[in-house]
């Protein structure tokens, strides 16, 4: 959970808002593996993060310099980025459990 994730979540909280929802650790723990590859000659980072029910999302990050890569910024960003689409996922498999109440 980010920083940002932790200061959202705790003002949730604050406010009372408790119908149902997603929350930073609900999301986390969908994911069940990661694998990231650097394609060779290039700043390209895909990160592919495997949910429990075996659906991958991948994510990407590139340097626009050569010379700002750095693998672990890379591979933290595009997981970010891979990570962020379960939100949309998880939210739209929420909506729908709700609509059927």
Do not use: C
């Amino acid at each position: 959970m980010s920083k940002d994730e932790a200061q959202i979540e705790a003002e949730i909280q604050s406010k009372g808002l408790n119908a149902p929802r997603l929350n930073p650790q609900m999301i986390d723990e969908t994911i069940a593996s990661e694998q990231y590859h650097v394609f060779p000659g290039t700043t390209l980072t895909v990160a592919a993060l495997t949910l429990r029910n075996g659906y991958i999302v991948t994510g990407e990050s590139a340097a626009a310099s050569p010379e700002n890569f750095d693998k672990e910024i890379g591979r933290k960003i595009a997981r970010e980025n891979a990570r962020n689409k379960i939100w949309g996922l998880e939210g739209y498999l929420l909506r729908e459990k709700l609509s059927q109440v």
